[in-house]
């Protein structure tokens, strides 16, 4: 659902289409209107990263569904005219890097422009001087923001790892909106905490011939966007089909751009989410104001960030299911990059396939979790005390008959209640580690537990190993309301010592190195358990003789945690928020003090309906396939865009995750 925003220090309507770069290319190739020869797909093209250090490499990064022919395509810089270059590939996969070195070199205060093999202008970006040392990155892949990268380059795959951990505020700014139609408008927002001022700040087109114009000279009123704010105005040098409109500050470093194709803009492209996500063709403009994103999702590429779509699905209710539209929503936190992988997202399972004798309505599916041992295996907990182990085939995720074809019914301790089974993770003993909030028998009361299954005991319900009883840390959730009751333990994700001693992490409860070996009893990792309450983690160390050691709380920065999984790919710990946050996921690292701490955020693919996306799982970094590998949600609430889509019903989306 559409982000709320502030709306104040919105300038003049009308704008321009603004893209990657803002100096003129004087006596280059102009940019012709795209003729037959452009392939399909050419906007979703983008530069994703350049370096003008010693190799003078590009990368091009496809935001697309599908793949892009990029045959006879050229470059140019400031100083030369088009030249053709010697890519990794001639074809770009969706989704997918192409590398090259500039056949010219490149240097300080430089720009770099790409052309189709008819001339039409691609994408261009610019920089000052060292900006691209050691690389100049986009921060997400293909529709981020521009900034110099805090690392070694990363070329050939996800920039994620080379980004700073804090962007500057001046590249918050994005464009949000822009109009072809006529208007000309563009619009430009602010998803910072402070205000940008934009005075200096400069805009073009396509058209190599066409000077760049300051935004003040077209709009005098607008000077800053306010944090949270927008700005608009109209272009003066026109906008049409096949263009690109490239914003540049006032040094002439590229802030954001986009690029469309015909009727691309009409009756606008916007992002969606708001201020973050894809470009997609509006049901209708929204200048000055959030983006409705209420369009036909098809748009035309732009932003380098493609549109993506929303695949498979459809199949009739079985009785008794009813899905239930999400409760409550928040705003996406600034700063939040857009998903940086696949835009496509595929329905993946079928329709009302989590039914159940205690959960007869479908829904409440929730965590989910690789099993790194056999990451063919996909496992999921239901609130309603059901344990599933997942299997993929014909591309959807199904309850595996071997083990269950029905899943299993989980207890308490001695067989007893019926835990209310919200997060879970595979430990390294390969036994599933179940968070539950309370008994369902017993809905008004706490019960925040972390409970060990043996995946391999037989039977159709299974009883925990261990348990561990936590519940006495949280008196606030303890009112006797069963709301309360059930803002516990939502998720839980294991975390192996080796992460935690390899980067540093300080042991809270001794302010020195984490040692394992002070623990003897706790096995050879931490779990992470996420509390709904507030969006905090709390650390454990869950000991053999039922004890657990208690390490202390971690701020996640976000308002609620839905669910936790630590990524071998990124060797991040992730913390997922649903609607309540914006559909985000925080990545985590140990900082140089040695404390877990946010490093970045990222939004669900555009394309993904905004509900009660409580689960997360991404594949382990052994699955990856031509640089990706599958990202994996579950909808609690089995509404995807409600009745009559082909999504109602599902509970399981699959996408792609750089690897």
Same mark, same amino acid.
Request: charged residues 15%; aromatic residues 8%.
């Given at each position: 659902?559409?982000?709320?925003?502030?709306?104040?220090?919105?300038?003049?309507?009308?704008?321009?289409?603004?893209?990657?770069?803002?100096?003129?290319?004087?006596?280059?190739?102009?940019?012709?209107?795209?003729?037959?020869?452009?392939?399909?797909?050419?906007?979703?093209?983008?530069?994703?990263? &350049?370096?003008?250090? *010693?190799?003078?490499?590009?990368?091009?990064?496809?935001?697309?569904?599908?793949?892009?022919?990029?045959?006879?395509?050229?470059?140019?810089? %400031?100083? @030369?005219?088009?030249?053709?270059?010697?890519?990794?590939?001639?074809?770009?996969?969706?989704?997918?890097?192409?590398?090259?070195?500039?056949?010219? +070199?490149?240097?300080?205060?430089?720009?770099?422009?790409?052309?189709?093999?008819?001339?039409? &202008?691609?994408?261009?970006?610019?920089?000052?001087?060292?900006?691209?040392?050691?690389?100049?990155?986009?921060?997400?892949?293909?529709?981020?923001?521009?900034?110099?990268?805090?690392?070694?380059?990363?070329?050939?795959?996800?920039?994620?790892?080379?980004?700073?951990?804090? !962007?500057?505020?001046?590249?918050?700014?994005?464009?949000?909106?822009?109009?072809?139609?006529?208007?000309?408008?563009?619009?430009?927002?602010?998803?910072?905490?402070?205000?940008?001022?934009?005075?200096?700040?400069?805009?073009?087109?396509? %058209?190599?011939?066409?000077?760049? &114009?300051? !935004?003040?000279?077209?709009?005098?009123?607008?000077?800053?966007?306010?944090?949270?704010?927008?700005?608009? @105005? *109209?272009?003066?040098?026109?906008?049409?089909? *096949?263009?690109?409109?490239?914003?540049?500050?006032?040094?002439?470093?590229?802030?954001?751009?986009?690029?469309?194709?015909?009727? =691309?803009?009409?009756?606008?492209?916007?992002?969606?989410?708001?201020?973050?996500?894809?470009?997609?063709?509006?049901?209708?403009?929204?200048?000055?104001?959030?983006?409705?994103?209420?369009?036909?999702?098809?748009?035309?590429?732009?932003?380098?960030?493609?549109?993506?779509?929303?695949?498979?699905?459809?199949?009739?209710?079985?009785?008794?299911?009813?899905?239930?539209?999400?409760?409550?929503?928040?705003?996406?936190?600034?700063?939040?990059?857009?998903?940086?992988?696949?835009?496509?997202?595929?329905?993946?399972?079928?329709?009302?396939?989590?039914?159940?004798?205690?959960?007869?309505?479908?829904?409440?599916?929730?965590?989910?979790?690789?099993?790194?041992?056999?990451?063919?295996?996909?496992?999921?907990?239901?609130?309603?005390?059901?344990?599933?182990?997942?299997?993929?085939?014909? +591309?959807?995720? !199904?309850?595996?008959?071997?083990?269950?074809?029905?899943?299993?019914?989980?207890?308490?301790?001695?067989?007893?209640?019926?835990?209310?089974?919200?997060?879970?993770?595979?430990?390294?003993?390969?036994?599933?580690?179940?968070?539950?909030?309370?008994?369902?028998?017993?809905?008004?009361?706490?019960?925040?537990?972390?409970?060990?299954?043996?995946?391999?005991?037989?039977?159709?319900?299974?009883?925990?190993?261990?348990?561990?009883?936590?519940?006495?840390?949280?008196?606030?959730?303890?009112?006797?309301?069963?709301?309360?009751?059930?803002?516990?333990?939502?998720?839980?994700?294991?975390?192996?010592?080796?992460?935690?001693?390899?980067?540093?992490?300080?042991?809270?409860?001794?302010?020195?190195?984490? *040692?394992?070996?002070?623990?003897?009893?706790?096995?050879? =990792?931490? @779990?992470?358990?996420?509390?709904?309450?507030?969006?905090?983690?709390?650390?454990?160390?869950?000991?053999?003789?039922?004890?657990?050691?208690?390490?202390?709380?971690?701020?996640?920065?976000?308002?609620?945690?839905?669910?936790?999984?630590?990524?071998?790919?990124?060797?991040?710990?992730?913390?997922?928020?649903?609607?309540? $946050?914006?559909?985000?996921?925080?990545?985590?690292?140990?900082?140089?003090?040695?404390?877990?701490?946010?490093?970045?955020?990222?939004?669900?693919?555009?394309?993904?309906?905004?509900?009660?996306?409580?689960?997360?799982? !991404?594949?382990?970094?052994?699955? $990856?396939?031509?640089?990706?590998?599958?990202?994996?949600?579950?909808?609690?609430?089995?509404?995807?865009?409600?009745?009559?889509?082909?999504?109602?019903?599902?509970?399981?989306?699959?996408?792609? @995750?750089?690897?």
């Amino acid at each position: 659902m559409p982000t709320s925003h502030s709306r104040a220090g919105v300038a003049s309507a009308c704008a321009t289409a603004l893209t990657l770069s803002g100096l003129l290319l004087t006596g280059m190739l102009a940019a012709q209107p795209a003729a037959a020869a452009d392939p399909a797909g050419y906007p979703n093209v983008r530069i994703n990263e &350049v370096t003008s250090s *010693n190799s003078d490499t590009v990368e091009l990064y496809n935001t697309g569904s599908t793949a892009v022919s990029i045959s006879g395509w050229k470059m140019s810089d %400031d100083s @030369f005219s088009p030249q053709s270059f010697s890519p990794s590939s001639g074809t770009i996969p969706a989704g997918g890097f192409v590398t090259f070195n500039s056949p010219k +070199g490149l240097g300080d205060s430089d720009k770099l422009v790409i052309y189709t093999s008819s001339g039409t &202008v691609v994408d261009r970006v610019e920089w000052a001087t060292d900006k691209a040392k050691p690389a100049m990155v986009r921060c997400g892949d293909g529709s981020g923001t521009w900034v110099t990268a805090a690392s070694a380059s990363t070329f050939g795959a996800s920039n994620a790892s080379g980004c700073p951990s804090s !962007i500057p505020a001046a590249s918050r700014a994005r464009i949000n909106e822009v109009t072809s139609n006529g208007s000309d408008t563009v619009e430009l927002y602010n998803g910072g905490t402070s205000a940008v001022s934009i005075g200096s700040w400069k805009y073009v087109d396509s %058209d190599t011939s066409h000077a760049p &114009v300051s !935004i003040s000279s077209s709009s005098p009123s607008a000077t800053s966007i306010p944090a949270g704010g927008y700005v608009t @105005f *109209n272009s003066t040098i026109g906008l049409g089909d *096949n263009d690109s409109v490239f914003l540049v500050d006032s040094s002439g470093n590229t802030i954001d751009s986009v690029t469309w194709a015909t009727d =691309g803009a009409k009756p606008s492209d916007e992002r969606c989410a708001n201020g973050t996500g894809s470009f997609r063709t509006a049901a209708t403009a929204t200048p000055g104001s959030a983006n409705s994103c209420s369009g036909s999702g098809g748009g035309t590429g732009g932003g380098g960030t493609g549109t993506g779509q929303l695949l498979g699905g459809g199949g009739s209710l079985t009785s008794g299911c009813t899905p239930e539209a999400p409760s409550g929503s928040g705003s996406t936190p600034s700063g939040t990059l857009a998903w940086p992988g696949g835009l496509d997202v595929t329905v993946a399972d079928n329709v009302c396939a989590f039914t159940t004798s205690t959960g007869p309505e479908g829904r409440d599916l929730s965590g989910l979790a690789f099993d790194p041992a056999n990451p063919s295996v996909l496992w999921a907990a239901k609130n309603k005390n059901w344990l599933y182990k997942l299997v993929k085939s014909n +591309g959807k995720w !199904i309850p595996d008959a071997t083990w269950s074809a029905t899943g299993k019914q989980i207890r308490f301790a001695g067989g007893s209640g019926e835990p209310d089974a919200e997060g879970l993770t595979v430990g390294s003993n390969g036994h599933i580690y179940v968070t539950s909030e309370r008994d369902n028998t017993k809905n008004t009361a706490p019960k925040d537990t972390i409970l060990e299954f043996d995946p391999s005991a037989t039977g159709s319900t299974l009883s925990p190993v261990h348990q561990w009883d936590m519940t006495s840390q949280f008196p606030q959730l303890d009112t006797g309301s069963k709301d309360d009751a059930n803002l516990g333990f939502e998720g839980v994700g294991y975390v192996p010592d080796s992460w935690l001693t390899a980067n540093g992490w300080v042991d809270p409860l001794t302010g020195a190195a984490y *040692n394992p070996a002070s623990y003897p009893l706790h096995g050879s =990792g931490l @779990f992470f358990a996420g509390l709904e309450w507030d969006g905090s983690l709390h650390v454990y160390g869950l000991n053999s003789d039922g004890n657990f050691t208690t390490f202390g709380r971690i701020v996640t920065g976000k308002a609620s945690v839905m669910d936790v999984t630590f990524d071998d790919g990124t060797q991040r710990l992730v913390a997922t928020c649903d609607n309540t $946050c914006g559909e985000t996921h925080t990545f985590m690292k140990v900082n140089a003090s040695g404390a877990i701490v946010p490093d970045v955020t990222y939004t669900n693919p555009a394309v993904m309906p905004a509900d009660n996306l409580e689960g997360f799982a !991404i594949a382990p970094a052994a699955t $990856c396939v031509n640089g990706f590998r599958e990202a994996v949600w579950s909808d609690d609430g089995i509404y995807g865009f409600g009745s009559g889509s082909s999504s109602y019903g599902h509970t399981l989306y699959s996408g792609t @995750f750089p690897c």
